[in-house]
């Protein structure tokens, strides 16, 4: 390539350090061309600009060190780990390593001169830094400080910050030379009713901050250059999501109708009658399955409001009418729960149910494929197994997707489109216990058709919740273990917010260990994402049926299986969580008839709108209401549960932080539609792109 070539459009592996190994890892960012990393955008900076005096730190700073290594040694104790003090003259500092190599030892040699970037803590032996990035440096060369703010991106598993802003820079570079080039993808006059400026310069000054910005302007998402970004990706999104529904709305679908007789047996045979909300989401989702054109609606209930059931009632509609069901969720443990109730459910009718799995075995598995392909069974329940191209139905009628928020608003066209066969498709039921303000979900699922089911049944016990401080942890695992001598079941969630899911792990590992050390008698599980999905399931199938007393996981947990013995949820660090996904963690007790309780077990001083969230969680069980106070304070969390959100992966934007732009947003959507169309598919490739990748696969 000669040296001036433009290499917008190239693949990220025109970069220097890219081969197939880190392209994948990139993939998996959603970065797959040059120009993708431009838009791959901070999470946080930190200030690296200059070098602070160890005599002048402070408990809970972040900052930049230099110094002499003074003495390194392994100490031994409950933990091996690595100590190292440097000096600057000014005072003096420890460097603390629970994780690393004699090479690393090697490295820190007394006499070596490092400079250091980590939060200050205070330690046994004074002020220390705990795994604290650094490099060895020339005492005599004057010292190079970064002249931008450091930018902290999103990575994952296999790809470090360091790396991934080295190619960042490398891209950064070429956008400068003008060999790689954003286009100005927005009609002038849709820039004008947006205000937004040249979005070159925005991504510019996002990447490289310079030291006298505002940091809680960029915290708080309030620069200009973050405006200008947000609003164009908020457009991209709401017309990623309108071009859905004209779609969807084009779609022909055969009208299903129920049989009454067989709906009367099932609500009948369920020994409870159904709430009121129940009625009259049922109403609405049959009355949409009657018509010519594909449902498309979310059931959105809290935690045990009963959307199993309300799906059920759907399932029967579409199977009285000739046609299959099938229901698909996020968890193989998930998927055999509702297994087991619709099966027990539809036996009684004398309606055959199957489950499908990727660990079944062969022989098995190909004779549910052929009834599946025959029409002998009405209803399919399973994981994303069900996605694979070996799976053919006969008659497919209805899909049901729960918790569709693992899945992601564009994985489930592929299910729907197993069930069409060019003339007609069929209707689809997405299911999330995730609340959310009615006006954030008209936004967020632009797409879908919107029911509530906002009543609980009668008879359930609220979860009582309690907000204690770390220094009381003793006092709340001798209560743990009280409850589990007595014969109940608890969890220990860690919450542990970092950009590695090994740190993540670590973090659940260590507190399984400490609390097996201190309750030697119990039966201790442990779950986190970095476990395989067999071993993570095996572990909740042993705690549900009670061979483990206490689970100690990660978030991994917030959608799980109901466990009625569990009583007790002990969440560790719960203010690095949004109120919506605590009160999804906390819905996993209180799911039978003990009295169950969830105890937030905060560490250190808690800020005014901390103590303000966590307050909400304590005064009400209604997640609604929740997700209502969550939206009023904008806390840190996601409201919409997790960055996947069930809408495409935001960049940039956030919902609740950016919703006084969308009214503004869908007036530019309603414009580009009307006078711009041209324009909608290249603004939605640039902000979509794994949208695009799967609408076209």
């Known amino acids: 390539m000669s040296a001036r070539e433009v290499v917008t459009g190239q693949p990220v592996q025109y970069l220097k350090g890219v081969g197939p190994r880190v392209a994948e890892k990139l993939a998996r960012l959603g970065i797959h061309q040059v120009e993708d990393l431009l838009f791959h955008l901070p999470l946080r900076y930190e200030d690296r600009t200059r070098i602070v005096s160890m005599g002048a730190l402070r408990p809970g700073e972040s900052v930049v060190v230099q110094g002499e290594i003074q003495l390194t040694d392994i100490r031994f104790g409950r933990r091996r780990m690595l100590l190292s003090r440097i000096s600057d003259g000014t005072g003096s500092l420890m460097l603390r390593f629970f994780h690393f190599s004699n090479a690393q030892k090697e490295q820190l040699a007394r006499g070596v001169t490092l ?300 299910l729907r489109e197993k069930g069409g066969d060019g003339a007609h498709w069929p209707h689809q039921l997405i299911m999330t216990a995730t609340p959310i303000p009615r006006t954030l979900a008209r936004t967020a699922y632009a797409d879908l058709d919107y029911s509530v089911i906002d009543e609980l049944p009668p008879g359930r016990t609220p979860v009582e919740t309690v907000a204690i401080s770390d220094a009381r942890r003793d006092e709340v695992v001798a209560r743990l273990h009280r409850a589990c001598r007595e014969g109940r079941q608890a969890y220990w969630v860690c919450t542990l917010i970092e950009e590695s899911e090994s740190l993540q792990a670590q973090a659940a590992e260590d507190t399984a260990t400490q609390l097996r050390e201190a309750l030697g008698d119990l039966r201790i599980g442990l779950v986190h994402g970095r476990m395989k999905p067999a071993d993570k399931e095996a572990v909740m199938a042993a705690f549900k049926v009670g061979e483990i007393q206490l689970l100690v996981a990660t978030t991994v947990i917030e959608v799980g299986v109901d466990v009625p013995n569990a009583s007790l949820m002990v969440i560790e660090n719960p203010e690095r969580l949004g109120l919506a996904q605590l009160h999804q963690l906390r819905g996993r007790v209180g799911r039978g008839s003990t009295a169950s309780t969830c105890v937030l077990l905060y560490h250190g001083g808690l800020s005014q709108r901390a103590r303000e969230r966590l307050a909400a969680l304590r005064e009400t069980n209604d997640g609604f209401l929740i997700a209502e106070k969550d939206l009023q304070l904008r806390g840190a969390g996601e409201l919409l549960g997790t960055r996947q959100s069930g809408m495409v992966r935001m960049k940039v934007a956030d919902l609740e932080r950016d919703m006084e732009y969308l009214p503004r947003v869908q007036k530019a959507a309603a414009l580009m539609l009307r006078d711009h169309a041209q324009a909608i598919e290249p603004l939605i490739r640039r902000w979509l792109v794994e949208a695009e990748r799967v609408r076209h696969a």
Request: hydrophobic share 45%.
């Open 115 to 414: 400079r250091c970037y980590g939060e200050v803590r205070k330690g046994a032996q004074g002020l220390e830094l705990i795994h604290p990035e650094y490099q060895r440096v020339d005492p005599q060369a004057t010292p190079e400080v970064e002249e931008s703010l450091t930018a902290i991106y999103p990575v994952t598993e296999g790809l470090h910050q360091l790396s991934l802003r080295q190619l960042i820079n490398q891209a950064i570079e070429l956008l400068r030379e003008g060999r790689l080039q954003l286009a100005q993808l927005l009609p002038e006059s849709i820039r004008t009713e947006l205000g937004i400026d040249d979005i070159r310069d925005a991504v510019l000054y996002l990447h490289r901050p310079p030291p006298d910005v505002s940091l809680q302007q960029l915290e708080e998402g309030r620069h200009p250059a973050q405006r200008a970004l947000i609003l164009e990706e908020l457009l991209a999104h709401q017309l990623g999501l309108q071009r859905l529904r004209l779609e969807a709305d084009t779609h022909r679908a055969p009208p299903l109708v129920p049989d009454d007789t067989l709906q009367a047996r099932f609500l009948d045979g369920l020994g409870f009658s159904l709430t009121g909300a129940q009625q009259r989401v049922c109403t609405e989702i049959l009355a949409d399955m009657a018509r010519g054109t594909a449902m498309q609606r979310l059931v959105q209930g809290d935690v045990g409001s009963g959307k199993t059931v309300v799906a059920a009632v759907a399932a029967l509609a579409a199977i009285a009418s000739g046609h299959q069901a099938a229901i698909m969720a996020p968890t193989e443990l998930l998927a055999e729960q509702h297994f087991r109730n619709f099966d027990t459910w539809f036996m009684a009718l004398g309606i055959s149910c199957a489950f499908l799995s990727g660990r079944q075995p062969a022989a098995r598995r190909r004779e549910t494929l052929a009834a599946l392909a025959a029409g002998e069974i009405k209803l399919a329940v399973g994981t994303h197994a069900l996605f694979q191209d070996e799976v053919v139905f006969q008659r497919l009628g209805l899909v049901i997707i729960d918790e569709q928020h693992r899945f992601g608003v564009h994985q489930r066209l592929a």
